[in-house]
């Protein structure tokens, strides 16, 4: 019997929104969603044009109507795609799951930590999914670098480096009123108290959490604003200490010049080291202490969590928009899992969720808390 398609709807991503349409484009990919319903934009006729162009049948110009008609109908959505500014992720996630129907949110989770652990607490009572878009934790040979640290092969890790660098707000672009994405990204009314921190710096957070399975206990930071006149910040630093003796550093900047999109972790262990460049996601580079770099590619990595990721042949690259996807496809295996009441698969075990957007509020508050104390050491809070 063919599987049904999981019925999807969508809040935010109108015309000319970035996110909104990677997200469309991800979910469609392994045929495993089906967009049916959204709230694209609070102006009616902007919510009903952006809907008509993406080929959505039920268009709502409030997210409020919406989540309460998709509830009462048979054929109701069964997830929910949040891609709004930031501010409205906590508010409309909260609303989807007081009617019971699944989240699958961008990042950061929310403005606050409270909102955060709140949202946690909710997906939990109600038993819904919670799938939060940390999308570079999609890519196979990030998968493998995670299986290669588990498995033991560097050894005990002794040093992490992550680092996530950009150019696109190097000057003041959202003072020009034409780029929409700079414009509310910077304001801190609709972005939250974090700027580079919470949109790239958590991805940096997160991608070295991911890998290793390790979390700082605490951090040395900087929080910078170099654009004058900008309200919010562009870059950020920061050691970092981990409870088994390790040491890190991160550094995120939406202001480095010449960068385009420059997510790169190196893992030093006492075996071996890993290196992965998100610009190059389909190599990963392996090398034991005092032996040759091995190149490792896309396709010819033998894990199952690799294959579980992996579409096409090897030498067929593939990159950001099928890492996207593959937090959709196991999203959707939960989701049917959740709804039937059985064990979700092993496979999918993966997906990023409402807990990382937790330990990324948490890493956010500690990042602001040393940076007003110049630098001081401070703890990241651990859950409760």
Known sequence: MPQ??????????????????????????DDRFELVAGALSS??????????????????????EMARAEAARDDGIDAVAIVTPNHLHAPVATAFLEAGIHIVCDKPLAISLAQGEALAKLAREKNRLFALTHTYSGYPLVRHARELIESGELGEIRVVQVEYAQDWLAEPIETSGT????????DPALAGPAGCLGDIGTHAYHLAAFVTGMTPHALAAEVHTFV????????????????NGARGMLWASQVASGA???LRLRVYGTKASLTFDQEHPNELWFTPLGGSA????????????????????????????????????????????????RALPAESLLLTTVEDGVAGLRFIDAMLASSAADGQWREIARSA
Do not use: C
């Open 4 to 29: 049904r398609r999981l019925r999807l709807g969508m809040v935010g991503g109108g015309q000319g929104a970035f996110i909104g349409a990677v997200h469309r484009i991800a979910a469609r990919l």
């Open 43 to 64: 102006d009616p006729q902007r919510a009903q044009a952006s809907a008509d162009e993406a080929g959505i049948a039920r268009s709502y110009a409030d997210w409020r």
């Open 179 to 186: 780029n929409k994405q700079a414009g509310w990204r910077t």
């Open 228 to 243: 004058p006149g900008r309200r919010i910040d562009d870059h950020v630093q920061a050691m970092l200490r981990y409870p």
């Open 260 to 262: 385009e999109n420059a």
């Open 294 to 341: 091995v190149r490792l590619t896309r396709g010819r990595v033998t894990s199952a969590i690799a294959a579980h990721a992996t579409r096409v042949p090897s030498g067929h690259p593939e990159g950001y928009l099928e890492a996207f996807a593959q937090l959709y496809k196991d999203a959707a295996l939960q989701i049917e899992a959740l709804n039937e009441g």
